[in-house]
């Protein structure tokens, strides 16, 4: 029997960015670390998106 397995992304945060971090989610009703996720796929998905019409430059 396999078990999900999550993977915990790693935040390099002061407490006060945390905080606000934390309120943020809060008001969405997500957990913070859903609304970094998220946060983090859209960015990316972004990205991709440049990098498919080539206006991605790094």
Known sequence: MEQEKKVKLLVYATEDERTRIKMAA??????????????VLEQVSSIEALEKNGGAQA
């Open 26 to 39: 809060a008001k969405l009703h997500m957990s913070m670390s859903q609304l970094i996720l998220d946060s």
